[in-house]
């Protein structure tokens, strides 16, 4: 058997010159960028309570009654308020967005008031002189706020109540008839409120309107129009849909309810099993956030989670989260929370950029243009030896033929 390189020296030579660079820069690049800090040095945990018997268990009641949340002990804290002496966590006030759906409840008051009913565009009154009937008249209070009269035209009605209205055209009467003793009397009011009920009540929801918020932050409603909506919390919203309201309908109350909610969402990629959108039906924390996305993968650097917030603030603002350090000392900083819009990135570790760097490097690169392997071949003889009845002796390959005569 022989051996032949398909390599010369020099070749050789070479790539081993090849390889030794690309391991140095290897390692060049990999001492920039650090390795995780856990490699290099023990991180410090908070005692954890091994639940393995009775008294484990024992243990762990008493400390979550120890640590049980009550308005003594989070009186100071801003992160909490206390409502009815209950202590609940102080959540920052949802702010409606585009996406959202609203409802309208309209509650119509039918209650006694002490302020006289004033009249209103589509009221419907009747004006009676009962010594004079020839002057008597009924109808609709035109939409420029005015009625006409036999005699004296048209006169202004609007806001007036029936005590002034009646004092204003006995006075204008007075000038042609002694005594003119008018009535006025309402035959229909609140038209308004008609049309309101006409346009909001339906079969399965009654007196109620569902308005989904257009991607321009407006929504639109009955009588008063599309308003902006987009950015206010419900309550603020809810006081400026009353205050529309009273400038047109009387006796009526608006309450606003958040039906569904789909501008609340946040978006997760990265070292993530399901990156993608999701929407937080809840407020969420950082880890909770990771979670809905599956959880991360083993690639995951949790030491440099990045979160890109810009909803709400003049400048975007980018904050790095150690969240390997916060899961191993047990210190999961409730009040760490995820907003809406926030962008979670999840980068990959030390260790898998430096795979992707040799890979890089030696299947993609320098392994492309001087593959690193050698080349050898073997030539054998595998000739097979002639049959027994055909063989030769050696020895007689050398000796001069003969020839034998009978």
């Known amino acids: 058997m022989t051996h032949s390189p398909s390599l010369t020296k020099a070749v050789v030579r070479t790539r081993l010159a090849a390889i030794f660079a690309a391991i140095s820069a290897i390692c060049f690049l990999a001492t920039c960028s650090g390795l995780p800090p856990s490699w290099t040095s023990s991180r410090s945990k908070t005692p954890v ?3 393995k018997s009775e008294s484990g268990l024992k243990t762990l009641q008493e400390t979550e009654t120890r640590l049980k949340i009550t308005p003594a002990s989070v009186k100071d804290d801003p992160n909490y308020k206390i409502i009815n002496s209950v202590a609940i966590p102080n959540i920052p006030a949802y702010r409606i967005g585009s996406g959202d759906v609203l409802e309208l409840v309209y509650h ?8 006289p009913y004033r009249l209103e565009v589509q009221d419907r009154i009747s004006i009676n002189f009962p010594y004079n009937p020839q002057f008597s008249t009924s109808g609709l209070v035109r939409t420029d706020g005015k009625i006409t009269m036999p005699l004296i035209g048209e006169i202004q009605v609007v ?5 002034e209205l009646t004092k204003d055209i006995n006075k204008r009467y007075s000038r042609f008839i002694n005594n003119p003793s008018a009535t006025v009397g309402i035959e229909e009011f609140n038209v308004k409120i008609d049309e309101l009920k006409k346009a909001i009540t339906t079969a399965p929801r009654g007196q109620s309107k569902v308005a989904p918020v257009a991607p321009d932050g407006r929504v639109g409603f009955p009588i008063i129009g599309n308003i902006e909506a987009a950015g206010f919390t419900v309550s603020q919203l809810e006081e400026i849909i009353n205050q529309r309201y009273s400038k047109y309908v009387r006796n009526l109350q608006v309450t606003l309810i958040l039906l569904e909610i789909h501008h609340n ?5 990265g070292e993530v099993n399901v990156p993608g959108i ?3 039906t ?4 950082l880890l909770q956030a990771l979670t809905q996305a599956g959880g991360f993968k083993p690639s995951a650097n949790l030491e440099d989670v990045l979160v890109f917030r810009n909803s709400g603030l003049t400048t975007p603002v980018v904050y790095r989260v150690n969240l390997q350090k916060m899961m191993n000392s047990g210190q999961l900083y409730g009040d760490l929370t995820v907003q809406a819009a926030d962008v979670i990135y999840v980068p990959k570790s030390a260790i898998d950029d430096l795979n992707d760097l040799i890979a890089k490097i030696f299947t993609k690169g320098i392994y492309a243009i001087v593959p690193f392997q050698s080349n050898f071949s073997a030539t054998y003889d595998l000739t097979p030896y002639k049959a027994a009845s055909s063989y030769v002796n050696p020895s007689t390959l050398n000796t001069p033929a003969t ?3 009978p």
Request: proline letters at 0%.
């Open 278 to 280: 999701y929407e937080m």
């Open 108 to 115: 119509i008051q039918y209650q006694k008031t002490s302020e």
């Open 49 to 51: 309570i091994d639940v």
């Open 159 to 163: 806001g007036l109540t029936v005590d």
């Open 282 to 285: 809840s407020q969420f924390t």
């Open 403 to 405: 020839t034998t005569t």
């Open 265 to 269: 969402k946040v978006y997760i990629f």
